[in-house]
T-cell receptor, first 114, second 112 residues
Framework: ETGVTQTPRHLVMGMTNKKSLKCEQH?????MYWYKQSAKKPLELMFV???????ENNSVPSRFSPECPNSSHLFLHLHTLQPEDSALYLC?????????????FGPGTRLTVT | ELKVEQNPLFLSMQEGKNYTIYCNYS?????LYWYRQDPGKSLESLFV?????AVKQEGRLMASLDTKARLSTLHITAAVHDLSATYFC????????????FGAGTQVVVTP
């Protein structure tokens, strides 16, 4: 595997379900991010982990819970979601402290909440 | 807080003609990025601009940065159908833990 991978690619869940999104980066980076992309809205940063420590939490509802067990893996745990949470969830990674801080994105998980 | 504005939000291009997408930002941004997104796909990094006057070119795309005017432009030369996509600019400040602030995106459709 190369770059940033995300699983599953598509997910349909009911409002009472619990599920998790997984992200893995194979770039040797030390920072990882979760973004939400809804129709007709700009990309929204949800969480930032740098050196496995959460450094940003952008007022995200508690029904979204991130976990970063090591610098290569990032999870987003979902529970009791609402229909408005349906969106494309993108994971990204970068090298914190580098000159460019360029972020590389995974393919995304298309989430539908019914 | 850094705010990023793109315009236009939609651009219908004719093949063979030249066009420009503008990206204005509200406060000092140490880095400026351009991404491309095809429908249903992820974001592909196009350019990273790190200093005033920076200009980068790849094929028919050229990006530039004017930090004094707080403006970046993405110029498309002789548009072709393959360039149809949504283009995002994003800014970042050094004290933001690598947080990208995205513009709304410019949807580009290239027609014959």
């Amino acid at each position: 595997e190369t770059g940033v991978t995300q699983t599953p690619r598509h997910l349909v869940m009911g409002m009472t379900n619990k599920k998790s999104l997984k992200c893995e980066q194979h770039l040797g980076h030390n920072a990882m991010y979760w973004y939400k992309q809804s129709a007709k809205k700009p990309l929204e940063l949800m969480f930032v982990y740098s050196l496995e420590e959460r450094v940003e939490n952008n007022s995200v509802p508690s029904r979204f819970s991130p976990e970063c067990p090591n610098s290569s893996h990032l999870f987003l745990h979902l529970h009791t979601l609402q229909p408005e949470d349906s969106a494309l969830y993108l994971c990204a990674s970068s090298q914190a402290g580098s000159t460019s801080y360029e972020q590389y994105f995974g393919p995304g998980t298309r989430l539908t909440v019914t | 807080e850094l705010k990023v504005e793109q315009n236009p939000l939609f651009l219908s291009m004719q093949e063979g003609k030249n066009y420009t997408i503008y990206c204005n930002y509200s406060t000092t941004s140490d880095r400026l990025y351009w991404y491309r997104q095809d429908p249903g796909k992820s974001l592909e990094s196009l350019f990273v601009l790190l200093s005033n006057g920076a200009v980068k070119q790849e094929g028919r795309l050229m990006a530039s940065l004017d930090t004094k005017a707080r403006l970046s432009t993405l110029h498309i030369t002789a548009a072709v159908h393959d360039l149809s996509a949504t283009y995002f600019c994003a800014g970042m400040t050094t004290d933001s833990w690598g947080k990208l602030q995205f513009g709304a995106g410019t949807q580009v459709v290239v027609t014959p």
